[in-house]
């Protein structure tokens, strides 16, 4: 089992920048893939970015490309999402995700998942 925990949400204007992170315990998650999420309300949970376990390859959902760079710490066990140029667009709760069994770009396709942490942007 693995239990990921996510930190550093908050709420900042437009324009500025956010660094989110993500805590693996239970299981090492360097031989997973990473991904992040992000649910605003009333809407679906969307996928922002992926990077991939063995090749650290990443991608990103095309309105976030180029703003938000996805990292992750194999000796910590962590993986990251560095935000810049926040837009209002961008307020959800974003959630870090271990382990896909499919395609990456949907939420079903991941086994573990954490509580998710809020982002707010104020325009």
């Known amino acids: 089992q693995v239990k990921l925990v996510e930190s550093g949400g908050g709420e900042v204007q437009t324009g500025g920048s956010l660094r989110l992170s993500c805590a693996a315990s239970?299981?090492?998650?360097?031989?997973?893939?990473v991904a992040w999420f992000r649910q605003a309300p009333g809407k679906v949970r969307e996928f922002v970015a992926r990077?991939?376990?063995?090749?650290?390859?990443?991608t990103y959902t095309p309105v976030v490309e180029g703003r938000f760079t996805i990292a992750r710490n194999n000796a910590e066990n962590t993986a990251s999402l560095q935000m810049n140029s926040l837009k209002p667009e961008d307020t959800a709760v974003y959630y870090c995700?271990?382990?896909?069994?499919?395609?990456?770009?949907?939420?079903?396709?991941?086994?573990?998942w954490g509580q998710g942490t809020q982002v707010t942007v104020s325009s």
């Open positions: 995700a271990v382990y896909s069994v499919g395609p990456y770009d949907s939420a079903g396709d991941w086994m573990y």
């Open positions: 239970g299981r090492d998650i360097s031989s997973y893939s």
């Open positions: 990077i991939a376990w063995n090749t650290g390859d990443t």
